[in-house]
């Protein structure tokens, strides 16, 4: 029997979180070289919505995830909420962030659906339901009582 205690799911959905930056910064740079284009295409939206939208969708991940990971064995729910809860913290930062920088509504409004359909707008859900159903497994495993891999020194060697 393993004498320690199972991890919460804080810890799952922290590094699930960190992964998310990762791959989201990694998916915007890389698609932004192939396709040819910015990110955030309109000058005048400034130079902190980009981040905030990242970081709002870190953030509903991170929350989601801490929740949703005590009871892990709803995988399909899991990575579906995760989507959907991404893109939708995207951009609803994308509309309020436009909104403050500009001063008009309904062309925030514009911006931020625009931003939602467009390639980096669908990665942010895409990625949310990738690194979600990495974190569903491996919680799904702990909760199965799989233990981490143990280096060498670490090992009983009586079987």
């Known amino acids: 029997m393993d004498d320690q205690p199972r991890r919460p799911a804080w810890v799952v959905a922290a590094f699930a979180a960190a992964l998310y930056l990762a791959l989201v ?3 915007y740079g890389f698609v932004s070289l192939l396709t040819d284009a910015e990110v955030i295409p309109r000058a005048d939206a400034g130079l902190l919505v980009g981040p ?3 970081g709002a969708a870190v953030v509903a ?5 801490a929740r949703a990971l005590r009871s892990p064995h709803r ?14 913290a995207a951009v609803v930062v994308a509309v309020v962030g436009y909104a403050l920088a ?8 514009l911006f931020g659906l625009g931003f939602g359909v467009s390639w980096f707008g669908l990665l942010i859900p895409a990625l949310a339901a990738l690194v979600a159903w990495f ?6 495993a ?6 981490r891999p143990r280096w060498p020194w670490e090992r009983d060697d009586e079987v």
Do not use: D, P, Y
């Not at 702990?142 to 233990?147: E, K, L």
């Open 25 to 27: 910064v990694f998916a």
């Open 52 to 54: 905030a939208i990242v």
């Open 61 to 65: 991940l991170l929350l989601h995830l």
């Open 75 to 88: 995988t399909l729910r899991i990575v579906l909420l995760a989507a959907v809860w991404t893109w939708v």
């Open 102 to 109: 500009t001063g008009t509504a309904l062309s925030a409004l």
């Open 135 to 140: 974190a569903a497994s491996v919680a799904r």
């Open 142 to 147: 702990q909760v199965g009582g799989a233990q």
